[in-house]
């Protein structure tokens, strides 16, 4: 039996379909158009506003529509993984949710909470697990209702935010230098203060004076988090780069976090790859959080081809941050 790597076989994805433009912002709080753009880059995003709908809806649809695509036996799937920071309940899982709604007879389930780096974080686990040789296909999903945790009386973060949800199916192969290759992952613990939400966890659960001083919403101090996003996605770029033998010349595709476009250039130019190469979808979906990646491959896979060399990057909220290498193991439709 040779070496087992973990491959994307197939991405699946969901955006709600009421689109808030910054139009209708500038209405709701002092903001314009210009000012939007100008910062972040952002000209409109999706938002789930059906009542009693969470982040395990768009989940389950996005799921739904890759198992479609890919024509996999849902019984054969051994795991079902959702990175996200919005969870329908503080428990059960939002995942657990997901694999009962998708009737999943032989898997098991868990959220992985690693804000806007859930995406990479669950792409490493589930490929180690792969590689063991103990699973052979897991089902990952990025989703996230950012609306629900978004202040529309702030005029510096509610334009930054909409919901979303992309899945991939993750699956073993014995083929050589293709899927998941190299991964780079930290975490430094210092963004508490700069970006999170203060109340609602076990520190400070919800009372009348959290909700009456609008607590539940997320706070960010954005030039910090710009400053320490465009410094560890521009070197976790390069250092993935640089110890895989990728450059300017092989380096296909770019596929950064959605936060902000300023931030995306900045990785660009750092490894000198044209912006054509780089997977964007801000403009019309805003950050995502955990969706963002797995968006930009679903909007981007009939672009394509097996071999193709891509590098992922995302920071968020803790500090996470972190690069991943990929090499494509199909040609997109």
């Known amino acids: 039996m040779g070496k087992i790597n973990a491959i994307i076989t197939g991405v699946g994805g969901y955006v709600p379909d009421y689109v808030l433009t910054n139009e209708e912002l500038s209405r709701m709080v002092d903001t314009n158009d210009e000012w939007i753009m100008t910062r972040v880059g952002i000209k409109e995003r999706r938002i789930?506003?059906?009542?009693g709908l969470g982040t395990s809806y768009m989940a389950r649809k996005a799921a739904k529509q890759l198992i479609k695509k890919t024509g996999v036996d849902p019984d054969t799937i051994d795991a079902l993984f959702v990175a996200t920071s919005t969870a329908d309940y503080h428990y059960p899982s939002?995942?657990?949710?997901?694999?009962?709604?998708?009737?999943?007879?032989?898997?098991?389930?868990?959220?992985?909470?690693?804000?806007?780096?859930?995406?990479?974080?669950?792409?490493?686990?589930?490929?180690?697990?792969?590689?063991?040789?103990?699973?052979?296909?897991?089902i990952i999903i990025g989703a996230d209702k950012m609306s629900s945790v978004t202040d529309y009386k702030d005029r510096n973060t509610c334009p930054l935010f909409g919901d979303?949800?992309?899945?991939?199916?993750?699956?073993?192969?014995?083929?050589?230098?293709?899927?998941?290759?190299?991964?780079?992952?930290?975490?430094?613990?210092?963004?508490?203060?700069?970006?999170?939400?203060?109340?609602?966890?076990?520190?400070?659960?919800?009372?009348?004076?959290?909700?009456?001083?609008?607590?539940?919403?997320?706070?960010?101090?954005g030039r910090t988090v710009f400053r320490y996003a465009v410094t560890n996605m521009s070197d976790d770029c390069a250092l993935i780069a640089e110890r895989n033998g990728l450059n300017k010349?092989?380096?296909?595709?770019?596929?950064?976090?959605?936060?902000?476009?300023?931030?995306?250039?900045?990785?660009?130019?750092?490894l000198e790859v044209?912006?054509?190469?780089?997977?964007?979808?801000?403009?019309?979906f805003g950050n995502t959080s955990a969706a963002t990646i797995p968006?930009?491959?679903?909007?981007?896979?009939?672009?394509?081809?097996?071999?193709?060399?891509i590098?992922?990057?995302a920071f968020?909220?803790?500090?996470?941050?972190?690069?991943?290498?990929?090499?494509?193991?199909y040609d997109g439709q």
């Open 48 to 51: 789930l506003t059906e009542e």
């Open 94 to 138: 939002t995942a657990s949710i997901v694999i009962g709604k998708l009737g999943l007879k032989n898997a098991f389930a868990f959220d992985l909470w690693a804000a806007c780096c859930g995406f990479l974080y669950c792409l490493d686990t589930a490929s180690a697990m792969i590689q063991s040789g103990r699973y052979k296909k897991i």
């Open 164 to 221: 979303g949800a992309a899945a991939v199916l993750l699956e073993a192969t014995e083929e050589q230098n293709i899927g998941l290759m190299d991964s780079y992952l930290r975490t430094d613990g210092q963004g508490l203060p700069f970006l999170h939400m203060k109340a609602g966890g076990s520190v400070s659960p919800a009372s009348h004076f959290t909700v009456d001083h609008r607590m539940h919403f997320t706070y960010q101090e």
């Open 249 to 270: 010349e092989n380096i296909n595709w770019i596929v950064p976090h959605q936060a902000n476009m300023r931030i995306i250039e900045a990785v660009a130019k750092r």
């Open 274 to 284: 044209p912006m054509e190469q780089v997977m964007v979808n801000i403009e019309h």
């Open 295 to 309: 968006l930009a491959l679903w909007e981007y896979e009939h672009r394509l081809r097996k071999g193709d060399n």
């Open 311 to 313: 590098i992922m990057t």
């Open 316 to 329: 968020g909220a803790g500090f996470v941050h972190g690069a991943n290498y990929m090499r494509w193991a």
